[in-house]
């Protein structure tokens, strides 16, 4: 659902990896990592496919890079990717936390799901993940947790296996009922 945060993580990345792209912000000497994204994007969505489009969601995308790499861009870059950035660790693993925003792209169809694909231009197949899910449009529905209490007239609380009598009144209070149940 809108709003909701995932976690997501990955093994394997190689962070000697994605050498090359655009060399901006990263020099193209350096690995340029790898993006995490929920999106919605075509069945023939990968980077390294001729004729793919573009599936990036800015709202919800993570910069998924090794820190030695980060350390070497240049300083008036390192702000802008530190924002969306996600350490990469020396066997190849990472863990991010997602916020599940709709694409603003008016014009994107296919599956919503969450993908990794290289960073900076480069076209690694081995990265070009992804994750289909069924994502509704709206906000989680609340959930509904039925209770309640039982006390005498006076205020006095009764729990479980209290005396009453006839002619007691009793004060019952009732929370998380959802009124278009039954």
Do not use: C, H
Request: hydrophobic residues 35%.
């Amino acid at each position: 659902y809108r709003g909701d945060k995932l976690v997501v993580t990955g093994s394997g990345f190689d962070p000697a990896a994605n050498v090359g792209g655009r060399g901006m912000p990263i020099p193209s000497t350096l690995p340029q990592g790898s993006y995490v994204t929920f999106t919605q994007a075509e069945e023939n969505w990968r980077p390294s496919s001729a004729g793919s489009k573009r599936i990036r969601n800015a709202e919800s995308e993570k910069w998924i890079l090794a820190e030695s790499v980060l350390n070497q861009v240049p300083s008036q870059f390192q702000g802008a990717i530190r924002k969306q950035w996600t350490s990469l660790a020396d066997d190849g693993a990472w863990s991010a936390e997602i916020d599940l925003v709709t694409p603003k792209d008016p014009t994107a169809t296919g599956v919503y799901g969450v993908y990794t694909y290289g960073a900076g231009g480069v076209n690694n197949e081995s990265q070009e993940l992804r994750v289909v899910l069924n994502y509704v449009d709206s906000e989680r529905p609340k959930a509904w947790e039925p209770a309640f209490s039982v006390a005498l007239a006076d205020g006095t609380p009764l729990a479980a296996g209290d005396t009453v009598y006839r002619g007691d009144k009793l004060v019952v209070t009732g929370s998380g009922f959802d009124p278009a149940a039954n």
